[in-house]
């Protein structure tokens, strides 16, 4: 499995992380112009002096006079052969200088090989060094050989020490780099925490936000920028509150005028003499009040006056499929345990309804059966009909949304039972779950964790 770099999730994390990659960036940058410097410092001052020894030695040769080599330190030797291996060339860019300094001065030469041997403090030839100069080799732990072709004369050789590295550039720069990320990340950290602890206070009232129980507004603290963002949340907020007030106050005017007439009706249908028709008045005023309670119930869903608490959701499962059994329906449930969960009982005990009416209107029946897995609790409401089809499974929770297109009372209403008992158990931080049962018809499971 591929493994993503853990970028850190916050907002100080991030901005420390930006300034950090850039800060090691510009570093880099930095330690690479600091080594070339010094690599062309080096080369200046270990080449000329290796270029001028040579060029006086050539110079000495071609005049008949012996190679002399700086009170006795044997830097400087002449011999029949290079006492460096044949190709060598570890310091090709010595070479070319000094090539180009020797024809720059017309001495004709030919082969030039370079080597560079590590020294170590007890090698025998520093014994017969002058002191200050093995002191320095000692110190250099490197010494750069140079051998020159002196067509007809032999090698000239020359010996000098040369540095053994770049490491203390490294530790120059080190301490600078540390400083320079506290300078800046110390600031850094702080400024991401000013801008992220308003932001986090932000998203936890936008998280809990609840309409039923409005909040007192959100402090603005911060820079301008998060500042405008909670104050604009702040009148947003308040704005929902109050559209949903006037909502409240729209739906009650609604219900009561709406239910004033259906009661007039019911009671002057008491005055029709033939009971057939009477009783035919009597339902369709009764469906009119449950369908309007319906959409009374699933407008105000979002603000419910029932408060949360614990119920005992086996004991409300035996209370309706009871209600459904006096009723003289087909409806069983397996017996289980006392389950305690926290929901809205009221509004729970009507999606348990809904789904278990919807299952005897076209499925034959219910089957009901509570399990208990411990991270959450599952109503099964089992049924033997003819099942929904695939792609209609989600569907038939949208409002006013049947499979049979008839709306009326015989076939089931105008399809708002399965969209308010979805929006129900949603609410209570759950979901309903339809499927088709291999062995036919439908289960539809309420989902309802342990909070």
């Not at 080096?42 to 002399?68: C, F, H, I, K, W």
């Not at 319906?294 to 869903?301: E, F, H, V």
């Not at 004991?315 to 006392?338: C, I, K, T």
């Amino acid at each position: 499995m591929r493994r993503q770099f853990p970028w850190p999730k916050s907002l100080p994390g991030q901005l420390m992380l930006l300034v950090a990659v850039l800060l090691f960036v510009a570093q880099a940058i930095n330690f690479a112009l600091l080594l070339n410097g010094r690599r062309q410092l080096r080369y200046a001052q270990y080449t000329v002096p290796a270029v001028n020894r040579v060029v006086d030695s050539v110079e000495a040769l071609r005049a008949g006079e012996p190679v002399s080599d700086h009170r006795g330190a044997r830097r400087t030797s002449l011999s029949p052969t290079a006492v460096i291996p044949a190709g060598h060339h570890d310091a090709r860019r010595v070479e070319r200088a000094m090539r180009s300094a020797l024809d720059d001065a017309g001495l004709s030469v030919g082969a030039i090989a370079t080597q560079i041997r590590h020294i170590s403090p007890h090698d025998r030839h520093l014994r017969h060094m002058e002191p200050r100069r093995a002191e320095r080799l000692r110190q250099a732990a490197t010494e750069l050989r140079i051998a020159v072709q002196v067509p007809g004369r032999g090698w000239l050789n020359v010996r000098m020490p040369w540095p053994s590295g770049n490491g203390f550039i490294f530790w120059q720069i080190l301490p600078q780099t540390l400083v320079i990320y506290l300078v800046m990340l110390i600031p850094m950290f702080w400024l991401g925490r000013r801008i992220a602890r308003p932001l986090n206070r932000l998203a936890g009232a936008a998280r809990s936000f609840d309409p039923a129980r409005p909040a007192p507004p959100v402090e603005e603290r911060g820079p301008g920028d998060v500042r405008a963002v909670i104050g604009a949340y702040n009148q947003l907020s308040t704005r929902v509150t109050a559209m949903l007030d006037e909502k409240d106050r729209m739906l009650g005017a609604i219900g009561h005028d709406l239910r004033t007439p259906l009661a007039a009706l019911r009671v002057r249908i008491e005055s029709v003499e033939d009971d057939s028709d009477r009783d035919r008045m009597a339902d369709i005023i009764e469906e009119m009040n449950r369908t309007l309670e319906d959409i009374l119930s699933l407008a105000r869903l979002g603000r419910p006056s029932e408060p949360v608490g614990e119920a005992d959701l086996a004991a409300l499962v035996d209370a309706v499929v009871e209600d459904f059994r006096d009723l003289g329906e087909n409806v069983v449930a397996q017996e289980a345990p006392r389950t305690r969960i926290r929901l809205r009982p009221t509004l729970m005990r009507r999606a348990i309804r809904n789904l278990i009416e919807n299952a005897v209107k076209y499925g034959n029946g219910a089957q009901v059966r509570l399990v208990d897995n411990g991270a959450e609790v599952r109503v099964e409401i089992a049924d033997t009909g003819p099942g929904i089809p695939e792609d209609k499974l989600a569907d038939v929770f949208d409002p006013f949304t049947r499979l049979e297109s008839s709306r009326n009372r015989e076939t089931g209403g105008i399809g708002l039972g399965l969209a308010l008992a979805q929006a129900i158990v949603r609410d209570a931080g759950g979901d309903i779950l339809l499927a088709n049962r291999d062995t036919g018809g439908l289960i539809a499971t309420i989902r309802l964790p342990r909070r």
